[in-house]
């Protein structure tokens, strides 16, 4: 094997598994530099954090693939808990049943967004922009901007419980993933997924309903932020309007870490996971340096800015293959 051969063999490898080295520098770089790092309860502690932004990656997963984006996460987030702690505290509903009704909810915000998006032909950034402010206000409006305590404590078990060692919590983000994984590389729907974040136009002309597809990935995003709604408000034991503030863009830089193009059709939901372990292994550690939280978001904004520019980088590498 020559140079020139073991260059691009390298350099390939990088391109597909550069993230996969990235996490592990950051693994190695912390444990020197915090002892209690590596710590069992340190390691479940990350775990339990990133399970919440892991929820909403599936769904933000399956918008991006289409080209598409969801900025109402968060603020679904937010909604779908003090709802759930409304229902609970103010209607006496199980816990299970307001559970239920606000998964109904999450997919209805989603499917507006879709209404927005496919019929309206808005752009998918304004739509979902103008819906994360909205959402919002209606979880400010129904609290009173307060929060809402006083349910059934044995609902906190789905957020703070455990099955065996593993945070409950933990074991519904790997679920969601499964599901995710299943759908994108089994299921005709999947395939549908990846041809309309390609070519939208050429899917159309091959049969694919694409504003079908669109209200799909929309719908499971709500659901997805919905799901992670009600397990915050399980975790936090106490209903905040303000809760999931900021997650979308967390949420974005996972994915896009994760190596799912901004421009839709290309990237690996199993390899989402580990852009969302990256998000949550520096926030982690920064924290555990006592890092200024200011200094954390300016980091954080940085690694997104990174993640785009290295999405850009990498589509235009296959594209100059293509060409080639």
């Known amino acids: ?31 020197f530099l915090s002892s209690r790092f590596l710590m069992r ?30 900025l109402s996460c968060g603020s679904i987030v937010g909604l779908t808990g003090v709802g759930a702690a409304l229902l609970m505290t103010k209607a006496n509903v199980n816990p299970v049943l307001a559970s239920l009704i606000m998964l109904v909810v999450g997919v209805a915000f989603g499917l507006v967004n879709a209404f927005f998006i496919a019929q309206l032909r808005v752009p998918p950034f304004i739509a979902t922009l103008g819906m994360m402010t909205s959402v919002r206000g209606i979880a400010y409006i129904i609290t009173g901007g307060l929060p809402v305590f006083g349910f059934n404590r044995s609902f906190t078990r789905l957020g703070q419980g455990y099955i065996g060692v593993i945070p409950i919590p933990v074991i519904i983000m790997l679920g969601a ?23 939208e136009e050429a899917s159309r002309l091959s049969g694919v309903h694409v504003k079908k597809i669109k209200y799909f990935v929309y719908a499971a995003s709500g659901f997805a932020s919905a799901l992670a709604g009600v397990v915050l408000l399980a975790r936090v034991n106490s209903g905040q309007p303000n ?8 949420v974005i830089t996972s994915v896009v870490l994760g190596g799912v ?36 978001q300016f980091v954080k904004g940085l690694v997104l800015i990174g993640a785009v520019a290295l999405d850009v980088f990498i589509k235009n590498q296959r594209a100059k293959r293509t060409a080639a």
């Open 1 to 31: 094997m020559d140079g020139k051969t073991g260059y691009k063999k390298l350099k390939n490898i990088f391109t597909n598994y550069g993230i996969v080295f990235i996490l592990l520098l950051l693994v190695i770089g912390f444990s």
């Open 243 to 250: 809760a999931g503030s900021g997650y979308e863009m967390d």
């Open 261 to 296: 193009s901004m421009s839709g059709g290309q990237g690996r939901i199993g390899m989402v996971i580990i852009g969302v372990m990256i998000m949550g292994i520096l926030t982690n550690g920064m924290t555990m340096l006592s890092i200024n939280e200011y200094i954390q």
């Open 177 to 199: 993933f499964v599901l995710g994984y299943i759908l994108l590389n089994i299921t005709r729907i999947g395939r549908y997924i990846y041809g309309v974040g390609g070519n």
């Open 41 to 70: 309860d340190n390691i479940f502690n990350i775990l339990r954090q990133v399970s919440i932004v892991g929820m909403i990656s599936v769904g933000m997963t399956l918008v991006l693939l289409t080209g598409g984006i969801d």
